[in-house]
C-alpha cells in the first residue's frame, strides 16, 4: 500500500501543470524631430516647401542601443521622411514635387532623450513626379529645444498591444528652432525656421 502511495505521488508531481511565468516587458523609446520651411527666390516667384520629419528608436529611456525593428503597431522603423515641392508663384506652374522615406546610418541623426536637441545630415535622391528624374539631396538641419517645459502627451489608444504589452506610456514634445542648408541638384538654400519646429519623446513597453 506505501509503495502504491509513493508511486500515485510522483505521477502527479511529474504532470502537475506549472503556471506560465509572467510576462516580462522592456522600455523602448521613439525620439523624432519635425520642422517645416518655405521661402521664395531671389525674383520672388518660384516658392519651395521642405517638410522633414526623422525618427529614431532606442532602448530604455532613449540613451540605449538602437532598436532597428521596433514592434510595427508602434511604429516605423527609424528613418526619415522628406517631402519637397516647387512652385513658380507667378504663372502657377508646379515645378518639382516628391518625396521620400530614407533609412540612414548611425551618425546621419541624432536626438538627446532630454528633448534639447538634435542633429541631421543625409544625403539621399527624391523621385520628382512632375520631371520624371531622381533629384540629389544633401540636408543639414540642426534643432534646439527652446521656449517653455515640453508638454505631456497622453496615448489614448494604446495602439494594437500584442502579448505582454501594456498600454503606451507617456510622451512629450518640446517646441524647437530649426536651422541648417539643403542642397536640391546643385541649388544651396539656407533653412531658418523658428516656432514651426518640434521635438517629440514617445515612451511604450513590450514583451520580451
Known amino acids: ?23 516580462s516587458t522592456s522600455t523602448q523609446t ?21 517638410s522633414i ?50 533609412p540612414y546610418a548611425d551618425d546621419e541623426f541624432s536626438e538627446s532623450p532630454n528633448l534639447k536637441r538634435a542633429n541631421l545630415d543625409v544625403s539621399f535622391s527624391i523621385d520628382d513626379i512632375v520631371t520624371g528624374t531622381s533629384v540629389p539631396v544633401a540636408l543639414s538641419v540642426q534643432f534646439h529645444g527652446v521656449g517653455p517645459g515640453s508638454q505631456t502627451l497622453s496615448d489614448s489608444t494604446g495602439g494594437d498591444l500584442a502579448p505582454g504589452e501594456t498600454q503606451g506610456v507617456l510622451g512629450q514634445e518640446q517646441s524647437a528652432t530649426a536651422v541648417g542648408s539643403i542642397v536640391i541638384g546643385s ?19 513590450v514583451g520580451i
Open 187 to 205: 541649388e544651396k538654400s539656407r533653412l531658418s525656421r523658428t516656432g514651426d519646429s518640434s521635438l517629440l519623446l514617445y515612451q511604450y513597453e
Open 53 to 102: 520629419t526623422a525618427w529614431d528608436v532606442r532602448e530604455g529611456d532613449g540613451s540605449g542601443d538602437r532598436v532597428s525593428d521596433p514592434p510595427l503597431n508602434r511604429t516605423d522603423p527609424p528613418a526619415i521622411y522628406v517631402a519637397i515641392s516647387k512652385e513658380n508663384q507667378c504663372t502657377g506652374e508646379l515645378l518639382m514635387s516628391g518625396s521620400a522615406v530614407v
Open 1 to 23: 500500500m506505501r509503495k502504491m502511495f509513493v508511486l500515485v505521488l510522483a505521477f502527479l508531481l511529474l504532470w502537475s501543470p506549472v503556471a506560465p511565468a509572467a510576462a
Open 30 to 50: 521613439k525620439l523624432s524631430a519635425l520642422a517645416s520651411f518655405s521661402w521664395l527666390s531671389k525674383k520672388r516667384c518660384v516658392s519651395t516647401t521642405v
